[in-house]
């Protein structure tokens, strides 16, 4: 059974299309099925659009961005890119791909090849594309100062930066080539608040002034909301709620979706601790609790809602409120 978000404005060409994506890890075996990490999952990208992927961890959000990426196979469902099926693309057509379809790291430690200089590592995808040696350090000293560091950067190695510093590099390395989509793999999470704001506002003001669109992963509704026009909130491969980041992160309709807003960490201690209490309040199983069904809800062992039909019958989307909700209980 698939779940499919609100549709992106079809007046334009889909940057990303992903239809009832699965993923499977592992060799699957009739006598032990073993539920996918990614199960039907449905959604859209418009040119110059940012959608956010939310969840606890092993949610399916990484392997989502993998398979985007081609970096995992999909074992069901299709991924388009501006109309072109690349679910399944071979070697070559990914290499071409790889100037228009780029990535943004999470570590920013060991994203960056500490053996080589930082104009190498910028350079070394357009080398690749078969753009000459002088060029390739022309174009990486501009990234270096798109993303707001001196051209002289280039010649210093990764250890030479902060943490901050080596994610705005990683940045400047996904756009040196001037891509259509960049997925961001949590790009945020290692940094600490203050630099986390820095480089949200730098990807901000780079989508908004080359048209980007981003596929962003990340665990926290707060993070995602300030990024995202729209978000998915993912539990076992499925998905959950998604609408419009706003409506989502102020008003969540499904349980899943409220225990993530109160776990968002806030920088105000009586204000987590406030959190904290309504999170306990609320009576959600902590993560890994009891074995999911595989024809209910996947989150009916942690659910306080839950009754019999949530263990017996998958939920599909329905539109509660402002978003697309998978919950039988839901309401308005």
Do not use: W
């Not at 959604?43 to 939310?54: D, K, M, N, R, W």
């Not at 993998?66 to 099926?85: E, H, M, N, P, R």
């Amino acid at each position: 059974m698939s779940t499919t978000t609100a549709p992106a404005d079809t007046a334009q060409p889909l940057a990303l299309d992903v239809r009832d994506l699965t993923v499977h890890y592992g060799r699957r075996s009739r006598r032990k099925p073993v539920p996918p990490a990614v199960d039907g999952v449905s959604f859209s990208i418009a040119p110059g659009e940012t959608i956010g992927l939310v969840g606890e961890s092993g949610s399916g959000k990484s392997t989502i961005g993998k398979a985007v990426l081609g970096l995992q196979s999909a074992t069901g469902g299709s991924i388009s890119f501006f109309g072109d099926d690349i679910t399944h693309a071979a070697p070559a057509r990914r290499r071409a791909l790889a100037a228009q379809l780029r990535v943004v790291f999470q570590d920013p430690y060991s994203s960056l090849n500490p053996a080589m200089t930082i104009g190498e590592t910028l350079a070394e995808p357009l080398r690749l594309m078969g753009v000459g040696k002088a060029e390739a350090a022309r174009r990486a000293r501009t990234a270096l100062e798109r993303v707001g560091l001196p051209a002289s950067a280039s010649d210093r190695r990764p250890r030479q930066f902060s943490g901050g510093q080596r994610q705005r590099i990683a940045v400047a390395r996904a756009l040196v080539c001037d891509p259509k989509v960049v997925v961001c793999d949590e790009p945020v999470s290692a940094l600490d608040l203050s630099t986390q704001a820095q480089v949200l506002n730098l990807l901000a003001d780079l989508r908004d002034e080359r048209g980007l669109s981003y596929l962003f992963v990340a665990h926290d509704l707060a993070v995602v909301r300030f990024l995202a026009q729209r978000v998915v909130v993912l539990y076992r491969g499925q998905v959950m709620e998604t609408g419009a980041a706003a409506a989502v992160v102020e008003h969540p309709r499904h349980p899943y979706t409220r225990a993530l807003t109160a776990a968002a960490p806030v920088p105000r201690p009586a204000e987590q601790a406030a959190r904290r209490a309504a999170r306990e309040a609320m009576g959600i199983g902590a993560a890994g609790l009891g074995t999911p069904s595989t024809a209910g809800c996947p989150f009916a062992s942690r659910c306080p809602l839950a009754t019999d039909v949530c263990r017996a019958e998958r939920p599909t989307l329905r539109r509660v409120g402002d978003s697309d909700v998978a919950c039988h209980h839901a309401t308005d």
